[in-house]
Structures are given as structure tokens and as C-alpha cells.
């Protein structure tokens, strides 16, 4: 049940599978007699409708309830949370290392991929961070060499134990 703007009832009328965009839609309707002497009908209905009538998803309380929890101030710290910390790594993934698109069959298959482009990401920044810390070239190879094969051998335990 909705209102119009002047207070009076527009009951739900149906459900419905609307084609030009592959929603599923609710359908409110007023009845002919409820508008008939209404101060604002002209503006609310035009010049040819004789009822009020609008849709709306289906999923509008669903939308209501997630609208609200975004825009508590739980759910803006979470936003900023993750605004700071999981977006930068996915920009770089797809824009400099090639992520735009998982060419791979399954969930699994893609959490493989997934898996392998963090292991990748985190080589590169651990590389810009180990190059300004060892003065020898012959320590920062031996020592990155050696905490590469520990990443790997870590994350191939963790793909082939899921």
C-alpha cells in the first residue's frame, strides 16, 4: 500500500515481469473513484488517465534496508574502510597487471586466479620494499629469492588444500 500525494490510498495490484529490462516490478493502481474529485488530478495524472498507477521493483524494501545500513555510521567508516585498503590493489590488478578478465571455468578455478594475482601484487610491492632496505645486490637477491620461494610454497599449500 502507497499514498498519494493528498493521503489517499494506492492499493497493490500485481506483480509483474517487465521485458524491455528483465526486472521483476510491483504494480500500484488507485481506483478511478478515488481521483475523481481530487484538487490536484490534472497534475497528478495528465491530461488523458482516468487512475493513478506507477511501478516499482520488486526489491524496494530490500533496496530501503540496504540504503539505510550504507548510510549509517557504521556503514560510512566500512566504505572509507574499504575505500583505503581492497579498492587501490583491484585498480592496479586490472589496470597495470592485466586483470580485466578471468578466463577460467568455476569459482574455484577463479579463486585460483584471483589467488595467483595477489601473490603477484604482493611480489612486486615486497620487491620496492626489499630494494631500499639491503645495501648489497648480492644479499637483496638471495634474500628475496629465498622469501619468494616461501610465499610460493605457502600459497600453493593454501590452493591445494581448498
Known amino acids: 500500500m502507497k499514498n498519494c500525494p493528498q493521503g489517499k490510498v494506492i492499493s497493490f495490484k500485481k506483480v509483474f515481469f ?3 529490462n528483465h526486472t521483476k516490478k510491483k504494480e500500484y493502481r488507485a ?3 478515488v481521483c475523481v474529485d481530487c484538487p490536484i488530478r490534472s497534475a497528478c495524472l495528465g491530461k488523458s488517465a482516468q487512475e ?3 511501478t516499482v521493483t520488486f526489491y524496494q524494501e530490500e533496496y530501503e534496508r ?3 545500513r550504507v548510510n549509517s555510521s557504521r556503514g560510512s567508516y566500512m566504505k572509507g574502510k ?3 585498503t581492497i579498492e587501490p590493489v583491484l585498480g592496479t590488478l586490472t589496470q597495470f597487471l592485466g586483470l580485466r578478465k578471468i578466463n577460467s571455468i568455476g569459482i574455484d578455478q577463479a579463486n585460483k ?3 595467483l594475482s595477489a601473490i603477484a601484487y604482493n ?3 615486497y620487491l620496492k620494499f626489499t ?3 639491503v645495501k648489497s645486490d648480492t644479499k637483496a637477491v638471495c634474500h628475496v629469492v629465498l622469501n619468494i620461494k616461501t610465499l610460493i610454497t605457502l600459497q600453493i599449500r593454501l590452493l591445494t588444500s581448498s
Open 131 to 133: 630494494a631500499k632496505t
Open 66 to 68: 540496504n540504503n539505510a
Open 31 to 33: 481506483l478511478k473513484h
Open 52 to 54: 493513478k498507477k506507477f
Open 18 to 20: 517487465e521485458k524491455k
Open 82 to 84: 574499504r575505500q583505503s
Open 113 to 115: 586466479v584471483m589467488h
Open 123 to 125: 611480489l612486486k610491492k
